[in-house]
């Protein structure tokens, strides 16, 4: 009899680490984010600032000024291909960039791609937290260091 309870308990006791386990299974970093929930197109519909000074000049992805990107559309596809475009605007050129992308540990990251080059021959990429993703809002934050402080830029997406 106690030989049989020892052995149910053994099995329940592995039941319960092998169900644990494959809960995490499957899913993409810490948040469970994965690209095809972030695939489609999504619209930075706003973008603000925590711990950087008013009328600081903000230069976000190596591109444009941070007020180009209010309003850029971002196209994302399942494979990791994409793209992002800015509108003319005053004092901001148009610009279409393809892109490669992933998402990995709960941040989206991306390489701006150049014709003829490699994805992998590409050294420089950029990563943005992904804080949050409800239905057809995402937003991101982006830590940033300025004068030797953290600061953070947050962007709010809405999906198209």
Known sequence: MKK??????????TAVIFSSCATQ???TGNSGIT????????VISDIRFEGIPDGSKVTLFDEAAYPCFKGSSW????????????QANPGCNAVTQQIIWSVEGGQFQFKKMEQGVKPKDIATGYRVNIASLEGNMMTW????????????????LQRQ
Do not use: C, F, P
């Not at 049989?4 to 006791?13: D, M, P």
């Not at 690209?35 to 999504?42: H, K, Q």
């Not at 934050?141 to 004068?147: G, I, L, N, S, T």
């Open 4 to 13: 049989a309870l020892h052995l149910i308990s053994a099995a329940l006791v």
């Open 25 to 27: 299974m499957g899913t």
């Open 35 to 42: 690209m095809r929930s972030l695939t489609g197109n999504w």
């Open 75 to 86: 196209n994302l596809k399942v494979n990791g291909d994409g793209s992002y475009t800015l």
């Open 141 to 156: 934050k982006a830590a940033v260091d300025v004068e030797g402080q953290q600061a953070s830029i947050i962007y709010t």
